[in-house]
């Protein structure tokens, strides 16, 4: 018989994570087999993500994030404010202010009533003029980094596209060298957008994409001359997304939920 350890399911906006407090450090990271296989759905928990709160240092709470494949990615925003509302529903944490350092560097984050407001500075300027677009349906948006690389089209009939077959093209493109999410974003007018993301390592579309949020945000200000917030609509919920005009203030405001509570074996 395997170690019994416990777990928390929460989501943001839909996407869901398996959640560990891995402050005694259970887990070192090299766990891909065991991760890929209690985030298969059916078989296992099934999840979009693994989350690991490694550790707390005064007011700064350590995680790692692993993508349903096992292995580690740099950043997840909706991964990102599901660990805030885990550590301070825990009691890990009592301040409603205080930073998560992921693989990408620190992120602040402040709890107000239901949301969590979290910090996601862009890592690289917009790009444009990429030229990849092959559907006439489809305008180029641009490619930006925020902690990871996301890709943007946009598009005036985003329920018509069919996700799984059209954004492996982009990901898969030679042009990106660390792979990249594709988002598809209608401007719906009045600071609103809506958003479809197709996430690498997932290798599917998920219901929300906390960092694509971001990208499409902040290429759709960039795109369409917008100011902050932007609001946002995904297939799992509704996020907003505030920056100033350079976008080095950049924050991603929304709900993260429990889902349930269980037990695992290891």
Request: proline share 2%; aromatic share 10%; hydrophobic share 35%.
């Amino acid at each position: 018989m395997g170690k019994k350890i416990n777990f928390t399911k929460m989501n943001g906006t839909g996407n869901d994570f398996i959640i560990f407090d891995n402050r005694t450090g259970l887990f070192t990271g090299n766990e891909s087999d065991y991760f890929k296989k209690i985030c298969t759905r059916k078989f296992s928990v099934g999840a979009d993500g693994i989350l690991l709160v490694d550790g707390k240092e005064g007011n700064t709470i350590s995680m790692s994030y692993f993508n349903n494949d096992g292995y580690e990615a740099d950043m997840c925003g909706n991964g990102g404010r599901c660990v805030a509302q885990f550590v301070r529903d825990k009691n890990i944490i009592q301040s409603d202010s205080f930073i998560i350092k992921a693989r990408d560097g620190m992120h602040t984050v402040s709890m107000k009533k239901d949301e969590v407001k979290l910090n996601l500075n862009p890592t690289s300027k917009i790009t444009a003029c990429l030229n990849l677009v092959r559907d006439r349906e489809l305008k180029e948006g641009g490619y930006i980094e925020v902690g990871v690389p996301h890709y943007i089209l946009f598009t005036n009939h985003i329920e018509n596209i069919k996700v799984r077959e059209e954004a492996p093209y982009y990901r898969n493109n030679e042009v990106f060298s660390r792979g990249v999410n594709v988002n598809f974003v209608h401007y719906l007018g009045n600071n609103q957008i809506q958003v479809r993301t197709y996430e690498q390592n997932v290798e599917d579309e998920t219901l929300s994409c906390g960092t694509g949020c971001v990208a499409s945000a902040l290429i759709s200000s960039n795109y369409f001359n917008i100011t902050s917030p932007v609001h946002v609509i995904t297939r799992g919920g509704e996020l907003t997304v505030e920056f100033d005009e350079s976008y080095k203030n950049v924050f991603l405001v929304g709900k993260a939920e429990v889902v349930y509570e269980g037990v695992v074996e290891y």
